[in-house]
């Protein structure tokens, strides 16, 4: 079944302890890319990446760090999470930038 | 600044009849429309999507409508149906030069559907 799966689908933390969560797509699609979702603000992206080894900042990349070491894969990385990090995060996938973009289940994240 | 904008929160329709789900953009090198359909504690779902160069797309029971000189989209789904109730987004793409293949998203429109 063609899907993106992300790891954990919730989690809460404590500020500070660094984190990671995983995103894989099993389509073959070059582009990926994060999104939070936050009340009132629909969603907003992250990072995104182009293809492997090419990533970039997207509207509020601040406190994320990304990397794509293959195609499939694309972890969105906290260092040091901070309480306005609490969100909903989606990773999707598309099989090139512009297109139609596939979303996983979503990730929910508590900072306390 | 929100250059997507869906300003009706909610929208609530008796089922069989049409639920018309609107959205504004500010940005007019956008040239891609899409709307995602999204349930509680599920990913959005892609639904229909419109390119600028055509006014109208049709699947199934889901019509999008582009007015580009009004900057304005639509979204009827005719007959409505209770498995309709969700929250619906509606998403703007530039895939002109420099596509970075962002989607812009709106703040999201909930449908709810009586039987």
């Known amino acids: 079944e063609a899907q993106v799966t992300q790891n954990p689908r919730y989690l809460i933390t404590v500020t500070g302890k660094k984190l990671t969560v995983t995103c894989s797509q099993n389509m073959n699609h070059e582009y990926m890319s994060w999104y939070r979702q936050d009340p009132g603000l629909g969603l907003r992206q992250i990072y995104y990446s182009m293809n492997v080894e090419v990533t970039d900042k997207g509207d509020v990349p601040e406190g994320y760090k990304v990397s794509r070491k293959e195609k499939r894969n694309f972890p969105l990385i906290l260092e040091s999470p901070s309480p306005n990090q609490t969100s909903l995060y989606f990773c999707?996938?598309?099989?090139?930038?512009?297109?139609?973009?596939?979303f996983g289940p979503g990730t929910r994240l508590t900072v306390l | 600044d929100q250059q997507v904008k869906q300003n009706s929160p909610s929208l609530s329709v008796q089922e069989g009849r049409i639920s018309i789900l609107n959205c504004d953009y500010t940005?007019?090198?956008?040239?891609?429309f899409l709307w995602y359909k999204k349930y509680p504690a599920e990913g959005p779902t892609f639904l229909i999507s419109i390119s600028s160069i055509k006014d109208k797309n049709e699947d199934g029971r889901f019509t999008v409508f582009l007015n580009k000189s009004a900057k304005h989209l639509s979204l009827h789904i005719v007959p409505s149906q209770p498995g309709d109730s969700a929250v619906y987004f509606c998403a703007a793409s530039d895939r002109g030069s420099g596509n970075t293949g962002k989607l812009i998203f709106g703040q999201g429109t909930t449908l709810q559907v009586k039987p």
């Open positions: 940005n007019s090198m956008f040239d891609y």
């Open positions: 999707a996938s598309s099989l090139i930038a512009g297109y139609e973009q596939f």
